[in-house]
């Protein structure tokens, strides 16, 4: 199974800060890598799919980047309805795998 | 809109088998641009996936479940199903049903998610 490394595992910013979150594959998945934001009790949510597609209706500050194992999420300014749990989730081959997630909380 | 609801019982026995279905409403099961999938997430950890079905019943599996589960889709009434067997109190978790979408060439993604539905497994 492709292993997925989020980091960092948290985080604390504040709103209008700069944030990135970096997935390692364990191998190349070339760009079949995806984004979802979770909060407390509900279910994920998709931001970006393969790399860099920004899903409809979500925000232009959430961008993607990235290729054969290294990706990264970027949030340009923080929003205070960002703060959350982002997870990264490989969907190259069988069996799916998500990265550890990365939480992100109010200095 | 697309809609996934799972169901299911909330409270199963340790080794006796979990089951959940999900429905779908506000669009057809039967696409072949569709994986319906199942996800689960122990309180307090990160998401896993299950498996997946195709509409005309292929079927994928995590590795590490692959002996105890059985995934099943009945289009005729816009649903699938999740089988656990032998469960213990590892399982216990928020199960979620998704669709996982196929766009152009190779291109997956996971758009839809049902709320998610707490099953613990205690005696």
């Known amino acids: 199974a492709i292993q997925m490394t989020q980091s960092p595992s948290s985080l604390s910013a504040s709103v209008g800060d700069r944030v990135t979150i970096t997935c390692r594959a364990s191998?190349?998945?070339?760009?079949?890598l995806g984004w979802y934001q979770q909060k407390p009790g509900k279910a994920p949510k998709l931001l970006i799919y393969?790399?860099?597609s920004l899903q409809s209706g979500v925000p232009s500050r959430f961008s993607g980047s990235g290729s054969g194992t290294d990706f990264t999420l970027t949030i340009s300014s923080l929003q205070p309805e960002d703060f959350a749990t982002y997870y990264c989730l490989q969907d190259y081959s069988y069996p799916l795998t998500f990265g550890g997630g990365t939480k992100v909380e109010s200095k | 809109q697309l809609q996934l609801q799972e169901s299911g019982p909330g409270l199963v026995k340790p080794s006796e088998t979990l089951s959940l279905t999900c429905t779908v409403s506000?669009?057809?099961?039967?696409?072949?641009?569709?994986?319906w999938s199942w996800f689960r997430q122990p309180p307090g950890k990160g998401l896993e996936w299950i498996g997946s079905i195709y509409y005309s019943g292929g079927t994928y599996y995590d590795p590490s479940l692959k002996s105890r589960v059985t995934i099943s889709v009945d289009t005729s009434e816009n649903q699938f199903s999740l089988q656990l067997s032998s469960v213990t109190a590892a399982d216990t978790a928020v199960y979620f049903c998704?669709?996982?979408?196929?766009?152009?060439?190779?291109?997956?993604?996971?758009?839809?998610w049902g709320q998610g539905t707490l099953v613990t497994v205690s005696s």
């Open positions: 393969a790399t860099s």
């Open positions: 506000g669009g057809s099961i039967s696409s072949s641009s569709y994986y």
């Open positions: 998704a669709r996982r979408l196929r766009v152009g060439s190779g291109v997956y993604y996971i758009d839809y």
């Open positions: 191998q190349g998945i070339r760009n079949d």
